[in-house]
């Protein structure tokens, strides 16, 4: 099966510009998660879906970080405006919600604000 | 608070060695899964090993193995005859009831040859 697809791979945007990233999960995957890894670091989740409903996002900064995922398949999320700290790895993963199933991730998009 | 603590950043090993990375894990939950990841320098994060708390005996899978420690919340991977491709930063990590996991900040594994 085809793994979940994040782009683009790497993005370098000046500072208070819009990013987005798109992420396509594994086909029957009901939960997507955006997770941000800063250097160093272990990954932080950003938001949760169930389906097209976000059943977690208390980590999201929300004043300039917004998701959606419509009908209940792909993914985005979006950064308006970037700031120099939301450099960082933005990671997508999806589960078939099994309890002893890992999470499968993406690649990532590695993300340069200058 | 649930939390994850890897506490060496680094760690050399020579090739074909076993090697232990360490993990211990704080949670009030009495049911929670226990995860390690590797992440090679491509960025992609690889699913290892996974531990239940109801789990009776150690999880292996191949070269990996699980050292389940419940009473000292300790969850520590060894991977056997270490192999140059080893060489990444490992994650543990702890899922809960509410599906949601937290990761450890990481261990970067070197083998040397």
């Known amino acids: 099966e085809a793994g979940v697809v994040q782009s683009p791979r790497y993005k370098i945007i000046e500072k208070k510009q819009p990013v987005a990233f798109w992420c396509n999960p594994i086909?029957?995957?009901?939960?997507l998660y955006w997770y941000r890894q800063n250097l160093g670091q272990g990954p932080e989740l950003l938001i949760r879906?169930?389906?097209?409903?976000?059943?977690?996002d208390s980590q999201l900064p929300k004043d300039r970080f917004s998701a959606e995922r419509l009908k209940g398949v792909d993914s985005t999320l979006k950064i308006q405006p970037a700031e120099l700290g939301d450099s960082a790895v933005y990671l997508c993963a999806s589960s078939r919600g099994a309890e002893n199933y890992g999470y499968t991730f993406g690649s990532g998009t590695r993300l340069t604000v200058v | 608070a649930q939390k994850i603590t890897q506490t060496q950043p680094g760690m050399f090993v020579q090739e074909k060695e076993a090697v232990t990375l360490d993990c211990t894990y704080d949670t009030s939950d009495p049911s929670y899964g226990l995860f390690w990841y590797k992440q090679p320098s491509s960025g992609e994060m690889i699913f290892l090993i996974y531990?239940?708390?109801?789990?009776?005996q150690n999880a292996t899978e191949g070269r990996y193995s699980l050292n389940f420690q419940k009473a000292r919340k300790s969850a520590n991977l060894v991977i056997s005859a270490s192999q140059l491709g080893d060489s990444a930063m490992y994650f543990c990590a702890m899922r809960h009831l509410d599906d949601k996991i937290i990761f450890g900040k990481g261990t970067r594994l070197h083998i040397l040859p």
């Open positions: 879906y169930e389906n097209e409903e976000a059943v977690d």
């Open positions: 531990q239940g708390s109801y789990d009776q």
């Open positions: 086909s029957g995957h009901n939960t």
